[in-house]
């Protein structure tokens, strides 16, 4: 990477694991439509190394007791949710797209940067004032975030932390949440 691409790049936990972040997604223009240019993390999840860096980034940002258990949201979000449950020995909870899960769940429905979706958890995921950390790969409009974020309260959770590895800030979702506590490690 030149020092030209290096420089500006930014994030919440200062440039070198931002530009790390950087150096593994990929770009795919018109995916899953024409116009969206969808953020490929798959590399970053691939290289076991700057996987263990992020995970561990991640996890140094918050402090390993500030959280109870981890909230990935589905799908990419699993991936980091289960590497941080088992780098700290707390418990994952899914939070799935709507039909999949097999017990009574909460549901909310959110309009996405391409379609709409709905998000559900179980109703019982939590206990009482359980401390929550929430994970995904990447923050655009924030309608995923903010659903995610009210099913963990409604569900009986309290937001212990929010982490994206990448935040589109064009795209205005940290100002959607506003009030949250949003943490990304790369923001572009
Ligand atoms: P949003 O609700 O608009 O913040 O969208 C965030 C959710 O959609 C996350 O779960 C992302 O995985 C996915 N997503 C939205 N836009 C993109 C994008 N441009 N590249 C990759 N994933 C995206």
């Not at 799935?96 to 996405?112: C, H, I, M, T």
């Amino acid at each position: 990477m030149t020092e030209t691409h290096s420089t500006g790049v930014r994030g919440d936990s200062g440039p070198e694991v931002a530009r790390l972040v950087a150096s593994r997604v990929l770009d795919v223009p018109d995916f899953p439509k024409p116009g969206v240019m969808f953020k490929d993390l798959m590399p970053l999840f691939a290289d076991g190394d700057v996987f263990r860096e992020v995970i561990d980034g991640i996890v140094g940002h918050h402090g390993r007791d500030s959280f109870d258990i981890v909230v990935g949201i589905e799908a990419r979000g699993f991936v980091i949710a289960a590497a941080i449950a088992y780098a700290t020995g707390v418990g994952v909870v899914p939070v799935r797209k709507a039909g999949k899960l097999p017990r009574a769940a909460y549901s909310a429905s959110y309009a996405l940067e391409y379609g709409e979706a709905t998000l559900e958890v179980h109703q019982d995921a939590f206990t009482a004032g359980h401390r929550v950390l929430v994970v995904d790969d990447v923050l655009a409009t924030g309608g995923t975030a903010e659903a995610t974020l009210d099913l963990v309260e409604r569900a009986g959770g309290t937001v212990a932390g929010f982490t994206v590895l990448m935040e589109l800030g064009f795209l205005g979702g940290r100002e959607k949440l506003a009030g949250r506590p949003v943490h990304a490690l790369l923001t572009v």
